[in-house]
């Protein structure tokens, strides 16, 4: 099975912050990486696909990059609805697998 | 707009079956381009995907899941399924049905979950 890692497990940043979380997985898996923002009692949402795609409705101050083992997700300026957790998901192997959480929280 | 939602019992007794449905709607169950799955998550196991179906019957399962699992469809319904057989406490969770893109050849690479259900809490105790 393919373990995926994110750092940090928390992060405190203010609104306007640049902020970076990191993905890696215990083997490649090319581009076959998806992030997804999840708020407290709600399901999770899809954010980037693919690596780098963003999903249609997604603001653009969320981005992601990276291939092979190691991911980053970005956003570029932080607001107040992005407070939030944000899991990885690889779709490189079955069974498909997700990151424990990034918690961002309001510094 | 797609909607997904749970249903099933929120109290399980353990060693008993588990069985949650989810229904579709807003959009087609038969879409040729997509699977529904199921995913959990639990403060100790985070997020995990449990199964996938397609709706001719074609079905993905995790196989590192220790209670065994079954996953239907009954398309007339708009409606797909989960079974878990001989639950314990570590079954205890919220239980999400989901839409995914279908992958690459005959295989879940490349898949993405695009549609949640709001989820549904399952507790396994007696």
């Known amino acids: 099975d393919i373990q995926m890692t994110q750092s940090p497990s928390s992060l405190s940043a203010c609104v306007g912050d640049r902020v970076t979380i990191t993905c890696r997985a215990s083997q490649s898996i090319s581009t076959y990486l998806n992030w997804y923002q999840q708020k407290p009692g709600r399901a999770p949402n899809l954010l980037i696909f693919?690596?780098?795609s963003l999903q249609s409705g997604v603001p653009s101050r969320f981005s992601g990059s990276g291939s092979g083992t190691d991911f980053t997700l970005t956003i570029s300026s932080l607001q107040p609805e992005d407070f939030a957790s944000y899991y990885c998901?690889?779709?490189?192997?079955?069974?498909?697998?997700f990151g424990q959480g990034t918690k961002l929280e309001i510094k | 707009q797609l909607l997904l939602q749970e249903s099933g019992p929120g109290l399980v007794k353990p060693s008993e079956t588990l069985s949650l449905t989810c229904t579709v709607s807003?959009?087609?169950?038969?879409?040729?381009?997509?699977?529904w799955g199921w995913i959990r998550q639990s403060p100790g196991k985070g997020l995990e995907w449990i199964a996938s179906i397609y709706y001719s019957g074609s079905t993905y399962y995790n196989p590192s899941l220790e209670s065994p699992v079954t996953i239907s469809v009954d398309t007339s319904k708009s409606q797909f399924s989960l079974k878990l057989n001989s639950v314990t406490a570590a079954d205890t969770a919220v239980y999400y049905c989901a839409r995914h893109t279908r992958g690459v050849g005959a295989t879940l690479l490349g898949v993405f979950f695009d549609h949640w259900g709001q989820g549904a809490l399952v507790t396994v105790s007696s």
């Open positions: 998901q690889q779709s490189y192997s079955r069974p498909l697998s």
């Open positions: 693919a690596a780098s």
């Open positions: 807003g959009g087609s169950i038969n879409s040729i381009s997509h699977y």
